[in-house]
């Protein structure tokens, strides 16, 4: 169990900016303890400009963002997620479909730097100040002994990571 990878998938709606910022995060800040998804109820087919800038600063690799569907990740053949971490509060309330091997869930709320309006600044200021609440969960997540805990002490660690205020 010490050595086991775990399967983490980030859902929202468009799949566009909060999730593939917490896939690039638990992916970057996991250090290869994490194998990291994300994807969308009803994806928007592109991920916002601004949420790809500040991807690039962890250093994942921006090519391999893409908006997509969870019914990716919920076929035949898809990884068995041990996590499933909604990040949207309309992603938290849509019937999810049946997940195998029944992963912990959580939600993470946080809100839409994408419908941020205004000026490109003041758009990338309100991305950053999601980017960052979003770090210090994952970074919260990733401090957890995760293979010292039972399955409901995880759950219940996740719950609370998601009610803390950012």
């Known amino acids: 169990m010490l050595d086991k990878t775990f399967n983490v998938l980030f859902l929202c709606t ?10 690039a995060l638990l ?6 303890r994490f194998r990291v ?7 928007g087919g592109t991920v916002n400009p601004f949420a790809v800038e500040l991807v ?3 250093g994942y690799p ?10 990716e990740y919920a076929a035949d053949g898809a990884p068995k997620m041990d996590f499933i971490i909604t990040v949207c509060d309309n992603a938290a309330g ?11 869930s ?28 979003i770090m210090g ?12 805990l039972e399955k409901n002490a995880i759950h219940h660690e996740l719950k609370k990571i998601g009610a803390s205020s950012v």
């Open 62 to 71: 921006s090519e391999n963002l893409r908006s997509k569907s969870w019914d």
């Open 27 to 32: 992916s970057t800040m996991g250090h290869g």
């Open 106 to 133: 959580a939600h993470w709320g946080f809100e839409d730097p994408a419908a941020a309006q205004g000026s490109d600044e003041e758009k990338r200021a309100v991305f950053h100040k999601v980017f960052k609440q």
């Open 14 to 23: 468009g799949n566009s900016a909060r999730s593939i910022m917490a896939e």
């Open 94 to 104: 849509e019937v999810c479909p049946i997940w195998p091997g029944q992963p912990i």
């Open 137 to 148: 969960r994952v970074n919260t997540f990733v401090s957890l002994p995760i293979a010292m």
């Open 56 to 58: 690039k600063t962890t």
């Open 37 to 43: 998804f994300s994807a969308g109820s009803q994806p």
